[in-house]
């Protein structure tokens, strides 16, 4: 078992572009079931063996997909989410950076209750080991097991996998929510996936400055999860009022700063690494 | 992105959003001149910078005459004006704004925003205008009221009018606030601003309302379909080394310390200046060079690191993913060949093909120290910084 994604999962790309591509070829190495492409205008041809649809509604239809990566650039990739719940999707996993914040507000309220789930935008996507890779994460370095990683960064997800996996623990799934202000799946929602999932034994979180997204997964643990948690929060030396990189990593108006969200966690019994090297030690440390 | 307040003031007239009269002066005379035009008994003379806490600092100041104008033009023009928001360094003021006075009766204070914690927009407003705004929310978080705003569904007039009575508004006042805050909200919606504050928001004794003074922040991811707000960045206002990033497509933040930071990844490069911390050292930057970290980016992440004179020592550290470590290393190599960095440099490679990329800085001749884990890169850089400085 795993959440979001396995290998019956059976996905589609939405923009084929350059990275589209690239990716799709890499996924499909790996295992991973790309049913289609959706590429508006360029439906019934095939990009690198994979068939083209104009829109995702025929896309489903003709090949049953249950869920999308979208790689579309940032004027077309709140469209495109819309475009996928609007097709009954079960998942959709949005790529894309440099979406206007205030459009992923408005699509978020319009999606919420379709029963589509959103991952992203601003994220490395979702690996289930040796299942099913949905993004651009590198897969190699992930390993089959029982720990959910989850995170709000890309490359730190990949260092904190490479840990994990060193130190001989598998992960069930591995996943980057994204590092924007309005995100599809929050920290909450994603906890909430791993307590569920019977072949999860603990939880890996990621978090970094920005938001409460960090304080309310503290509560969350507290109140709901059986399951150990291990966290690292990034940017415990970040100024306040610069944006570090992501669009929601920013320490405004007195919040959002990496202090307080270890100092929730912890009162949550989450064990917190304050470095970024001892993630998977401290949950060695917990067994 | 930032703007001045005369530009916001400019957006806000055409918004509908009162505003005193007013025009921007460059020189005293050019401020004298508008004075004169403005003809209002007292005029303002406000420095143009990009912080708050200007009056304090000494940059805004009240005229009796056009003449008076001129001299406090000529006294706050070149001044390097410092406030809580701008650091012990300041800023040089290059324009003034000239303003004509109020009689005033009240101070308000109206800020709209997307407010993270509910996905919604919100307007907040306070009977304590004039003040900062965080300090009246932890002092009297009473006299704050927020109203949230479906995105979808828009702001309401009724949402309006209660705010408005909310803030003792009377029933005509209550109409103009209506009008000012539909104009306020159409413009945040339609430039796609992040943030727009009105501190104060002023009631006069006549009863109409004004925005005396205007900060807009604008969503940098949504300046691709307004160039008319895009054109309104002033470089002058940024700091040198954020800006050259920027037009190298990096995320870059400028920090005090002497330890130049490369990393590919916001979260792996807060990680790395927090290691770097806990390891002692001090970072100078931070610097995510993104997924595709070839020879050109790294050649041109390394020119703009070394343009900080602070900077001692260099950790460069990449998590090869999908780009290969092999590859990154040969990009490393022929960066430092082509760029011959002065300071002493780690480099820590990860990921996908690690261990050929540390052979390859290995046997490249170059002077590197090359680190394996998170902790041994932090140790050795901090180390050759202390040597270094």
Not at chain 1, 102 to 126: E, F, Q, Y
Not at chain 1, 227 to 256: E, T, W, Y
Not at chain 2, 112 to 117: K, V
Not at chain 2, 206 to 217: E, H, R, T
Request: glycine share 12%; proline share 4%.
């Amino acid at each position: 078992m795993s959440i979001l994604c396995d290998k019956s999962t059976k996905l589609l790309v939405q923009g084929m572009g350059r990275t589209g591509r690239f990716h799709a070829k890499i996924s499909i190495d790996y295992g991973t079931q790309i049913v289609g492409g959706v590429h508006p205008g360029k439906g019934g041809t095939e990009i690198d063996g994979v068939p083209i649809f104009n829109t995702v509604e025929q896309a489903v239809t003709a090949t049953g997909a249950d869920a999308s990566v979208i790689f579309v650039p940032p004027s077309g990739a709140a469209d495109a989410i819309l475009e996928a719940s609007h097709a009954g999707l079960r998942l959709a996993v949005c790529i894309t950076e440099g979406i206007p914040a205030a459009d992923m507000a408005r699509t978020k309220a319009l999606i919420a209750g379709s029963g589509m789930v959103l991952i992203g935008p601003n994220c490395p996507g979702v690996v289930t080991p040796e299942q099913c890779r949905i993004g651009i994460m590198p897969a190699a370095i992930t390993k089959p097991g029982s720990v959910g990683v989850v995170s709000r960064s890309g490359t730190l997800t990949y260092e904190a996998v490479d840990q994990l996996t060193r130190l001989g623990f598998g992960q069930s799934t591995c996943l980057g929510i994204g590092g924007d202000s309005v995100i599809g799946s929050t920290f909450v929602d994603v906890l909430a996936l791993f307590e569920a999932d019977p072949a999860t034994e603990a939880v890996v979180m990621i978090g970094e400055i920005g938001g409460s997204a960090e304080e309310k997964a503290a509560e969350f643990i507290k109140a709901n999860m059986s399951k150990p948690v291990v966290a690292f929060i990034a940017g415990q030396n970040a100024p306040p009022g610069k944006r570090m990189g992501h669009a929601g990593a920013i320490i405004s108006g007195g919040k959002g700063a990496a202090a307080d969200k270890i100092e929730a966690l912890e009162a949550a019994g989450v064990a917190v690494s304050r470095s970024p090297a001892n993630i998977a030690a401290t949950l060695a440390a917990l067994q | 992105m930032n703007v001045h307040e005369y530009q916001a003031k400019v957006l806000f007239r055409e918004y509908g959003v009162a505003v005193p009269e007013g025009d921007l002066a460059t020189t005293a005379d050019e401020a004298r001149d508008v004075a004169e035009r403005l003809g209002s008994e007292v005029t303002v003379v406000k420095a143009q910078v990009h912080a708050g806490g200007r009056g304090k600092g000494g940059g805004i100041k009240l005229a009796r005459s056009p003449e008076e104008a001129r001299q406090h033009a000529e006294e706050i023009l070149g001044m390097i004006l410092v406030t809580k928001q701008t650091g012990t360094e300041g800023k040089r003021v290059r324009k003034v704004y000239v303003e004509g006075g109020c009689k005033i009766a009240r101070e308000l204070y109206l800020a709209i925003t997307l407010d993270r914690e509910s996905e919604q927009f919100a307007v907040i407003a306070s009977t304590a205008g004039g003040m900062d705004i965080e300090e009246v929310a932890a002092a009297t978080p009473e006299k704050i009221h927020n109203v949230l705003v479906d995105p979808v569904a828009g702001l309401s007039s009724w949402q309006s009018r209660a705010l408005g009575f909310k803030l003792d508004l009377d029933g005509n006042q209550v109409k103009r606030f209506d009008v000012f805050l539909s104009g306020l909200y159409r413009l945040f919606v339609e430039k796609d601003a992040s943030l727009i504050e009105i501190n104060p928001l002023v009631v006069t004794e006549a009863g109409d309302l004004l925005a005396l003074d205007g900060k807009l922040n604008f969503d940098d991811n949504a300046l691709y379909r307004h160039p008319e707000i895009a054109a309104l960045r002033d470089p002058e206002e940024e700091d040198v080394l954020e800006r050259t990033a920027a037009e190298m497509d990096f995320s870059y933040v400028g920090l005090n310390g002497n330890i130049g930071c490369m990393v590919n990844g916001a979260g792996l490069a807060m990680a790395t200046l927090d290691m770097i911390s806990q390891a002692g050292g001090s970072p100078a930057n931070f610097l995510d060079v993104g997924g595709d970290a070839d020879k050109t980016r790294i050649e041109n992440a390394f020119k703009l690191i070394l343009r900080d004179g602070e900077v001692r020592a260099m950790l460069v550290n990449i998590f090869g993913g999908i780009v290969r470590g092999d590859l990154i290393a040969e990009g490393v190599v022929a960066a430092i060949g082509s760029v011959g960095p002065s300071v002493p440099l780690v480099v820590r490679l990860q990921g996908t093909n690690a261990e050929q990329g540390r052979r390859i800085l290995a046997e490249s001749a170059l002077d590197i120290q090359s680190a394996e884990t998170l902790q041994d890169a932090a140790d050795k850089v901090v180390a050759a910084a202390t040597q270094g400085s």
